[in-house]
């Protein structure tokens, strides 16, 4: 074979390898493109998947915590209201003996009995403020 014939034979099969590369890179390309178009589309469906699996999780979590802050409000109210039959008997005494301590000071004149009145209303009056906090 001449050289110039030579030549053409490997020019030719080059532009051949050249143009079949091209093909083959344009038909991965158009693959690719549909490639990435199901795989953004796959990429949606798992994204929304998961923001609803996630909104789920948060909803029970929610619930939970709302069931265990009212079982604890509950608690507290039955705490508060034992607590207050308490407190009442408490004012109650206090004024049972205010008017036992007013009687003694009103009949005898008695100084002890006077500065001691005055402490037990000094003390019913702080705790009435404590109901009004």
């Known amino acids: 074979m001449p050289f110039p014939i030579l030549i053409a034979g490997v ?16 038909a991965v390309a158009a693959t690719a493109g549909a490639g990435a178009t199901v795989a953004t589309a796959l990429y ?7 923001k609803k699996e996630g909104y789920i ?5 929610y619930e939970s915590k709302l069931r265990k802050q009212t079982e604890e409000f ?3 109210c039955e705490v508060f209201e034992s607590q ?3 407190y009442e ?10 008017g036992v301590l007013k009687k003694e000071v009103d009949s005898n004149d008695n100084h002890a009995a006077n500065v001691l ?7 019913k009056h702080e705790l009435k403020n404590l109901s009004n906090a």
């Open 57 to 61: 999780q948060a909803s029970k979590e």
């Open 74 to 76: 509950l608690s507290q």
């Open 89 to 98: 008997q408490l004012i109650n005494d206090y004024e049972r003996i205010i």
């Open 84 to 86: 207050r039959g308490e």
């Open 11 to 26: 020019a030719a099969k080059a532009i051949a390898a050249t143009v079949s590369t091209k093909v083959a890179v344009a």
């Open 44 to 50: 949606k469906k798992g994204k929304h998947r998961g």
């Open 117 to 123: 009145l005055r402490k037990v209303v000094k003390e």
